[in-house]
């Protein structure tokens, strides 16, 4: 069967460690890290500063052990303009999803160790994540497993510079 | 927020020498052992990890219980004080780590130095 040759990881969450995410090169509408264009990252470790406006929004970095990635939840659903049409179309979406920023928000504290999601984007020219979803990891060994799948996913996927799919 | 806060670089207490890289002041550190001693007036933790011993510096820490025996992860700053030239890491954050596998931790913790110095060129990743 042909293989299609894709160069682009941007519909799923890639893991990368601290270091390397921070080095994500902009492009005007994504990211790129080795020719390979990027939007969305998966970042686990633990929480070394937190500022909240309720709100507004949460602030908090991510300590992995080789770098802090700075992450933003927004909670500003109900009062922000970027949020209007979504509150003219899906009110009782909107309130749900309002909801569980705030209780995530409250999971979000020093020395937590929390599990990422979001999109890559940058704020003063440095690159953070804009968080879709955060959960607090209990298990001891979550971070050793995380740096080992960021390990195999960078050499054996993402070093390529386009990837294979069948 | 960005700027302010470092990251606290993956060590394991035996390469914490007088003659490594990272024992210097001010130094930003992640630490991990078994907690040998405490002291609730002082708020001093010792931890260990095989023959190698740190002293824990844990004032900051309000929420953190200490039980003997129990193993911690710690990261935070560390300070080196003169003439003893000894070194307390002044914790920002400390967590119980109790189940953690300490040699996959430690041998994972090799393999990203590692990758980290290869990608970074930094030889005090490695």
């Not at chain 1, 492009?27 to 890290?33: A, D, K, Q, V």
């Not at chain 2, 990272?22 to 990890?49: C, H, M, N």
């Not at chain 2, 740190?54 to 219980?65: A, E, G, I, W, Y």
Request: hydrophobic share 40%; glycine share 6%.
């Amino acid at each position: 069967m042909e293989k299609e040759r894709l160069k682009s990881l941007t519909a799923v969450h890639v893991k990368l460690l601290a270091f390397d995410l921070l080095a994500l090169t902009r492009t005007p509408h994504t990211f790129s890290r080795r020719g390979l264009f990027l939007s969305r990252a998966e970042t686990l470790g633990t929480v070394t500063s937190r500022d909240h406006k309720p709100g507004r929004f949460l602030k908090f970095a991510v300590d992995d052990g080789t770098g802090c990635v700075p992450c933003i939840l927004w909670l500003n659903h109900l009062t922000s303009p970027h949020f209007a049409p979504r509150r003219a179309a899906d009110q009782d979406g909107l309130l749900m999803a309002a909801g569980v920023a705030a209780s995530q928000s409250s999971e979000v504290r020093i020395g937590a160790v929390v599990r990422v999601r979001g999109r890559i984007t940058s704020y003063r020219g440095s690159v953070q994540i804009t968080v879709a979803n955060v959960v607090v990891e209990r298990d001891p060994n979550a971070e050793i497993l995380h740096w080992l799948d960021c390990l195999r996913l960078a050499r054996k996927v993402y070093d390529r510079r386009s990837i294979s799919c069948p | 927020m960005e700027s302010a806060v470092k990251s606290g670089a993956l060590l394991s207490l035996e390469d914490l020498h007088p003659s490594s890289p990272f024992f210097a002041d001010g130094s930003s550190l992640r630490v991990i052992g078994k907690l040998q001693e405490y002291s609730s007036e002082t708020a001093l933790a010792i931890i260990v990890d095989g023959s190698a011993k740190l002293k824990v510096n844990t004032n900051h820490l309000r929420d953190l219980s200490f039980r003997a025996g129990s193993i911690y992860q710690f990261i935070g700053e560390l300070h080196i004080h003169q003439p003893e030239n000894e070194a307390i890491l002044q914790a920002r954050v400390g967590r119980n780590v109790d189940g953690i596998d300490l040699n996959l931790y430690h041998q994972s913790l090799q393999l990203v130095r590692q990758f980290q110095a290869e990608r970074t060129g930094n030889r005090m990743a490695q």
